[in-house]
């Protein structure tokens, strides 16, 4: 009798299996049980038994229900057996052409280089290009475990293009609020408020098929993300708009440098100078000019003057009222 609920008991994952549990697996292999009131005495012999056999092991007392006729363990611990993985000769092992640079990898790499090289071998080539972490589980049984490994479109510190193995990087889906201009550029903003203001101004102006949300610094790592965007809006360009500020300024500079897709300013910048609400500025960062010169090169002079006599121009000063007049 005792077979049927141990089969059940060694698949529960994990080592500790609560009293919950064990009721409710005992009467799923003993379903007739259902109406018999010493149902938790015969459950408590089992138990007994399966411990002898090196099955499990019980509490001390001080881990009983402390009523009950009989006390039962709150809980139980599944004695498993630690398996220890076999050790794979790599100098034997057929590497593909493609892995030939095996030898130079650590303990660690070798290990993943050696699964990925038995993956490309059942496989034969026939795979798509799907995201990484869908290739990272296929592979590895980890969705995650390719993550930190992958730098620059690559793994093994370069040696190995993610498309080798049918795998390209995803980032997370840039937030935009489209309108009915299709085709038209899409404009990026730095901040949220201002995303929902130049939203409601471009759903009558339709300048933009699209205000995307940059999120600060976030956008300097999604350029494949805004390239999504832009190829959903059927855009052949992206302008940028954010604070007029040494950051503000630096972001989208940054992007440019990161990315093939290159952000140009939007026309904001200049109305903003003209009707923003100035903010006093705590520190300007050595070699502030460039910063002007690199982005706002018409307007350098004019943004300089401002930082020099102390002060900046948060976007949020070009809102939805002023907007709405220049429609």
Known sequence: MLSLFVDKLILQPG????????????????PEQVATPDRDQQLLAA?????????????????????????MPKA???????????????????????????PNLSPGEQAT?????????RRRGRFMQVPLRERSLDILGDEKFLDSRARNGALFNGRMPL??????????????????????PVLVVENHHTLWSLGEWNEQAKRYSAIVYGSGNTICASGLALVEVMREREAQRAEYFGDIDPEGLSIPLKFNRLHELQLS???????LLEVGRRRELVMLPSGYESLATAWLPDLAEEVNTLWGEGFWLPQEGLGLEQLMRTS
């Not at 993985?85 to 100098?91: C, S, W």
């Open 15 to 30: 080592k500790r299996v609560a009293l919950t549990t064990l009721r409710t697996l005992w009467l799923d292999a003993y």
């Open 113 to 121: 280089a050696f699964m990925i090289n038995e993956w490309l071998i």
């Open 163 to 184: 498309s080798a193995i049918g795998a390209m990087r995803v980032e997370h889906p840039l937030a935009y609020r489209p309108a009915d201009a299709i085709g038209l």
């Open 265 to 271: 300013p939007g026309v904001f910048f200049q109305m």
């Open 47 to 71: 138990l007994a038994l399966a411990q002898t056999q090196g099955v499990l092991r019980l509490p001390g007392p001080a881990s009983f229900e402390k009523l009950g006729n009989p006390p």
């Open 76 to 102: 139980v611990t599944l004695i498993r057996e630690e398996r220890r993985p076999q050790a794979i000769d790599y100098g034997a092992v057929s590497w593909l052409p493609e892995m030939g640079f095996w």
